[in-house]
Structure formats: C-alpha cells, structure tokens
C-alpha cells in the first residue's frame, strides 16, 4: 500500500456551508507508510490549510516544491561526491 499527499483549493462559503473544490488535486508525493505522509506534510512551510491562504495560485507551491527538491538533490549529491573523495 502506498500514501500519496495532494493539495487542491477549495472556495468555502461557511455561512451558506457551500464548498467546492476549484480545480483538480495536485499530486506532491508518495510514500510507503503513513507515517513518512505525516512527516512530509509536517515539512511544508505552513500546515496545509493556512499554505492555501498564501498561494495565488497552485502552481506557485508545485513550482516551490520542485525547486526544493532539486536542491535537496544537489545536497545529496554534493555530500554523496564528498564522502566518496574521502574515501580514496
């Protein structure tokens, strides 16, 4: 089984308790236990329901997120390269 964590926004009218989802789900990850889910989403700049409050749009968080994890992908490469010359 996997966990897979989205993010869509939602138009919410509490006073008429109307809400409708306004556009698809975007797909941020998956993982392989719901604990992992829970720490990815605990890593997000802000718990999801105040991040939709920041975004213009959904784009702006995925583009975000890529940019986070290419950077992270560099880290671990970089580190990767160092442990690998201190070894020879």
């Given amino acids: 089984m996997i966990y897979k964590v989205w ?12 809400y409708q989802d306004i556009e698809e789900p975007q797909w941020l990850a998956e993982f392989d236990s719901l604990a992992e889910a829970r720490q990815y989403v605990e890593t997000l700049p802000h718990k999801p329901a105040k991040l939709v409050d920041r975004l213009s749009e959904s784009t702006d968080l995925l583009a975000g997120i890529a940019d986070m994890a290419k950077n992270a992908g560099k880290q671990v490469v970089a580190n990767m390269a160092a442990i690998a010359s201190a070894e020879k």
């Fill in 7 to 18: 993010i869509h926004i939602e138009e919410d009218d509490e006073e008429k308790d109307h």
